[in-house]
């Protein structure tokens, strides 16, 4: 007696599925599935600090043969041996990709124009063999002698060569 109760109850549960499906959209089944994957190549994180006198330019690195170095982070800081040296809106900052007998400023301004840390989204790239050279300058007379901090971040990627 209870199952000739439960019997419409269970035909609706079966129709209102039977519904639902004719009107979700579905999928073909013989749908081959396909797409595009990218594989980036491998990343090899790099950072370095160091330490750099007004107006004399400093080497980050030099890019191996056969990879590239992406810069993504820089901070410059104060000396903590020197807290007198301070930052002045006007000092400036620069950074230069250095090949065989060629500079190319990459990235240049001054204090007041960038923030600091700068943080690139994608990065400076700088190829095989060059040298990533990077300068600041404090504005105003007799501060030649004075330091700056330089923390940078980022990473080398293997390249191929092209045929």
């Known amino acids: 007696m209870m199952m000739t109760r439960l019997l419409p109850v269970f035909c609706l549960f079966f129709l209102a599925a039977g519904a639902l499906q004719a009107v979700l959209p579905q999928e073909p089944q013989d749908m081959a599935l396909t797409g595009i994957v990218q594989v ?10 160091f330490v750099l006198q007004s107006g004399v330019p400093e080497t980050l690195l030099t890019v191996p043969a056969g990879s590239r170095f992406v810069l993504t982070d820089l901070w410059t800081m104060r000396h903590e041996d020197f807290q007198g040296h301070l930052t002045s809106d006007l000092d400036r900052f620069w950074l230069e990709r250095v090949l065989d007998q060629s500079r190319k400023v990459a990235f240049d301004a001054r204090m007041n124009e960038s ?5 690139w ?10 040298r990533v050279v990077f300068q600041y300058e404090f ?3 007799g501060k030649e002698d004075w ?13 191929r060569a092209n045929s």
Request: proline share 15%.
């Open 40 to 49: 980036s190549p491998p990343q090899l994180p790099h950072w370095d600090s």
């Open 115 to 119: 923030p600091n840390p700068l943080s």
């Open 121 to 130: 989204n994608t990065g400076i790239s700088f190829g095989p063999g060059s």
């Open 139 to 141: 504005d105003g007379e």
């Open 147 to 159: 330091l700056r901090r330089v923390h940078f971040t980022g990473y080398f990627e293997k390249i």
